[in-house]
């Protein structure tokens, strides 16, 4: 089996720890997978235990922003935390996307704690036949 390791991952873990959740001002990244399924680009984000009405999709020329808010659950009076792993706070991820997708009809989706977009291919970018036509001339030299 391969191991794949990213030491700057865990770096970003253990910076988040030390400066604590993500602001507006200063959010933290989310996870993220990016790949192309037939003519339609797809991006997916992490974002469990986030609520869909606390997520913020722009699309500004070509730039793609996904903000989101994951905020501490209402705890009853008599409850003592013990311990908090899950990371809460303001999550921000920007991609500038391609000239080659349409972004008049991005259509999003959030199930089981992923929200997934998918772009277009436009249509001036599918690949296309060329067909010769007209009169065969001869070159003289």
């Known amino acids: 089996m391969l191991m794949r390791t990213d030491p700057f991952r865990e770096l970003d873990r253990l910076t988040q720890q030390l400066l604590g959740p993500g602001t507006w001002s200063r959010p ?12 339609e680009y797809v991006v997916a984000f992490d974002l469990p235990g986030v609520t869909p009405e606390a997520i913020d999709i722009d699309v500004e020329r070509n ?28 999550f921000s991820r920007q991609i500038a ?9 991005i259509e999003a989706d959030y199930a089981a704690g992923v929200l997934t977009l998918r772009i277009p291919i436009a249509e001036r970018a599918k690949p296309r036949k060329v067909v010769i036509g007209g009169e065969r001339k001869e070159i003289s030299g």
């Open 97 to 105: 996307l391609a000239d080659t997708l349409d972004t008049e009809h």
């Open 28 to 39: 933290s990244a989310m996870p993220m997978d990016a790949y192309r399924e037939g003519d």
């Open 63 to 90: 730039m793609l922003t996904v903000k989101a808010e994951r905020r501490p659950a209402a705890k009853a009076e008599n409850v003592q935390l013990e311990l908090s792993e899950r990371p809460l706070g303001v």
